[in-house]
């Protein structure tokens, strides 16, 4: 320990399931690290002890106090080196720690990643669908109202999406995601990744869909779903998506606007010029 020099916050990866995906690095740093932030200390004690790993957990959520996060920086600031681990995969996404990362950055700490499991790419990357352009939602609303109202945002996104979805919400999604993308959209399931019972579904959101149906084992466990982006040029765009180009068109020329609400919509440029057009000669 280098009393002169701050501590390093290190953001690890722990295995989704199986646990020979621990990587080696994440062994050694977890054991020399002065102290491990957990999301859950029980849960993450059993897979400590499974490497032998007796350095000391405090618990970390980002919905925890101020004083928690404080209590991190000022062992950074006192030289201390602390790791941040999830109840599986890699920390932030989806899961706690932004807050932490946010503070140590702003007051100038290393913060240094131990690269690991994630769901989302592992599944993404066994999906067939395209992996050139991807968006990661994290979990879609648990509420009909409000998750129809996202996927209804999403429709006219030309990026493969990626979603969590929990197991109890996993039917109701689904039948969201055929009233709103059409039940013929390419689809992936992903469930229990690495774990001993996973399994991989493909095909339209109606096919699997019905196998999910007719299977309850592929009700449980933890579940990526990734959805081939939108493909038709037919697509119509939202009365939102108008106002969007019509309000940018007032500050900016004709293909910056396209440009711009594309970026921020996930339409794709071209159509969103022919809307601007359109506009534009009213």
Do not use: W
């Amino acid at each position: 320990m280098n009393l002169n020099q701050p501590g390093t916050l290190y953001i690890v990866a722990t295995p989704i399931g199986n646990l020979a995906d621990m990587v080696p690095r994440a062994v050694t740093t977890l054991h020399n690290v002065s102290v491990i932030a957990c999301e859950d200390t029980r849960h993450s004690k059993k897979l400590l002890s499974q490497f032998s790993i007796d350095t000391p957990c405090i618990t970390y959520h980002d919905y925890t106090d101020q004083k928690s996060v404080d209590k991190i920086l000022t062992r950074l600031q006192h030289s201390e080196d602390v790791a941040l681990i999830s109840d599986a995969g890699t920390p932030l996404i989806s899961d706690p720690g932004y807050r932490l990362v946010a503070q140590a950055r702003l007051r100038g700490f290393h913060v240094i990643p131990i690269p690991g499991a994630c769901a989302a790419t592992a599944a993404l990357s066994v999906s067939g669908l395209p992996t050139d352009k991807f968006r990661f939602l994290g979990f879609l609303p648990a509420k009909v109202g409000q998750r129809k109202k996202a996927l209804e945002e999403l429709k006219a996104v030309t990026e493969t999406l990626v979603f969590y979805e929990a197991p109890h919400r996993i039917l109701a999604s689904l039948n969201d995601l055929i009233d709103v993308f059409g039940q013929d959209r390419l689809a992936f399931m992903a469930r229990e990744v690495s774990k001993t019972f996973e399994t991989y579904l493909y095909g339209t959101i109606s096919q699997i869909k019905t196998q999910v149906n007719n299977d309850s084992n592929q009700q449980r466990g933890e579940i990526v779903i990734i959805i081939a982006g939108n493909t038709d040029s037919t697509y119509t765009h939202s009365p939102e998506t108008e106002s969007l180009v019509a309000l940018l068109l007032k500050e900016l020329p004709i293909t910056k606007a396209a440009s711009l609400a594309a970026k921020i919509t996930g339409g794709d440029k071209k159509q969103l010029y022919q809307v601007a057009l359109s506009l534009q000669n009213k």
